[in-house]
């Protein structure tokens, strides 16, 4: 993204297929699998890619938006190294989550109270469905002892 470069993608594993989604959803890559490599395939995404001008256009626009920037990636990086150690750890910016208990944290509380609506609600449904079977079968023994 940096160079403004369009990408012709090859994804083995990890995240580089979820990535090279999101170029591709930008306009800025094509996929070649793999599997399906020869020199035609490889002959024809080339060709795409180089004689397409809106896949160096998106590169171009991606790039130039993620330069846009105050201070670059290591200077970003080097203020905020510098800004925990001025402040001690920087508390202030501890995520709330650090304070939680393990079960609230893994959302067990959650879990467990949604769990115990929808048994009610099964239950409450098996009550119903077997009140109206029973029911069903009393009127049809009244009726055959009538007759």
């Known amino acids: 993204m940096y160079g403004g470069v369009p990408i012709v993608g090859i994804p083995f594993f990890g995240d580089q297929r979820t990535n090279l989604a999101n170029l591709m959803a930008k306009g800025m890559a094509v996929k070649l699998e793999y599997n399906e490599i020869t020199k035609e395939k490889v002959l024809d995404v080339l060709r795409t890619v180089l004689d397409q001008p809106s896949y160096m256009e998106k590169a171009w626009y991606t790039a130039r938006i993620f330069r846009d920037r105050p201070l670059s990636a290591l200077d970003t990086a ?11 750890g920087a508390p202030h910016l501890r995520s709330a989550a650090v304070d939680l208990t393990w079960y609230q944290y ?3 509380d959650v879990i467990a109270f949604i769990a115990a609506i929808i ?29």
């Open 78 to 88: 080097i203020f905020w190294t510098e800004y925990v150690l001025r402040h001690k």
């Open 106 to 108: 893994l959302l067990l």
């Open 119 to 147: 048994l009610v609600f099964l239950l409450a449904v098996r009550k119903l469905f077997t009140l109206i079977f029973c029911s069903k079968k009393t009127i049809q023994k009244k009726k055959k002892k009538v007759n």
